[in-house]
């Protein structure tokens, strides 16, 4: 029986989502975990690869899991033996070819800044802490200037692989909460470390530091990589649209 869930962690402790050998990741947590209650090894499909410090509250998973089981009491068993820092939710039988990579319309990533004088403790590995002044008029501008299609390409990693850098940013958003502001972005699919350098540009845009003909250039592919990379504990995979 192949069931689906969603997987929600604090990625501070991990190596990222993907197993690596010899380091802890969440993928590699979730899989020993379930392998735990079957007693069998298990291969976790995944819609989204997340960096080393990342968060989610959407991933989302699947699994092959004995007939003998119900999607409650998967749910239930696996929790039991993960940490407190990645649980299982929404565990439900789906298609035995279900992929989430392939299957999903889209994901939503948010991103968040703690812009006030002083860290605080509480936030420190959910925020990326700013202290400096920040023109959030012009990141707005910034975020009005990304949504639509362009090319990414100067706005990701070179370990990225071959996909299509032409993609559509279909939100992009600023939300304030006290010092606390967040950038939500979405689209079909994003490039490896795309939004973490999107992010650092647009700061950079709000510090004085860039400006918006540099990013409209950059937007067309020409000139050097942005090279301006956001830390990824600021930023969480919020949704995955089925």
């Given at each position: 029986m192949r069931v689906m869930a969603v997987a929600e962690y604090d990625g501070a402790a991990y190596h990222?989502?993907?197993v690596q050998d010899g380091l802890p990741t969440v993928q590699g947590t979730?899989?020993?975990?379930?392998?735990?209650?079957?007693?069998?090894?298990?291969?976790?499909e995944?819609?989204?690869?997340?960096?080393?410090?990342?968060?989610?509250?959407?991933q989302v998973i699947s699994f092959i899991c004995p007939d003998k089981f119900t999607p409650e009491r998967i749910e239930k068993a696996v929790n039991y033996y993960l940490p407190d820092d990645v649980i299982l939710k929404n565990v439900s039988k789906c298609p035995e070819n279900f992929n989430p990579r392939y299957d999903n319309k889209g994901k939503l990533y948010i991103y968040r800044v703690l812009n006030s004088a002083q860290n605080e403790y509480m936030l420190r590995n959910y925020v990326w802490h700013i202290p400096s002044t920040i023109d959030w008029r012009m990141v707005k501008k910034g975020l009005k200037t990304i949504k639509g299609t362009h090319n990414f390409s100067l706005f990701s990693s070179p370990r990225g692989g071959k996909k299509n850098p032409i993609?559509?940013?279909k939100k992009a958003r600023l939300f304030s909460n006290g010092h606390i502001?967040?950038?939500?972005?979405?689209a079909d699919y994003f490039l490896m470390h795309m939004i973490r350098?999107?992010?650092g540009f647009l700061l950079a845009l709000g510090r004085g530091k860039e400006d918006i003909e540099t990013l409209e250039e950059k937007l067309k592919g020409k000139g050097l990589p942005?090279?301006?990379v956001a830390p990824a504990k600021g930023l969480e995979l919020t949704k995955v649209y089925l």
């Open positions: 990222g989502w993907q979730v899989e020993a975990a379930i392998a735990e209650l079957s007693g069998e090894v298990c291969k976790i995944y819609a989204s690869r997340t960096d080393r410090g990342v968060h989610s509250k959407g993609i559509k940013i502001y967040s950038i939500h972005y979405e350098h999107i992010t942005s090279g301006r």
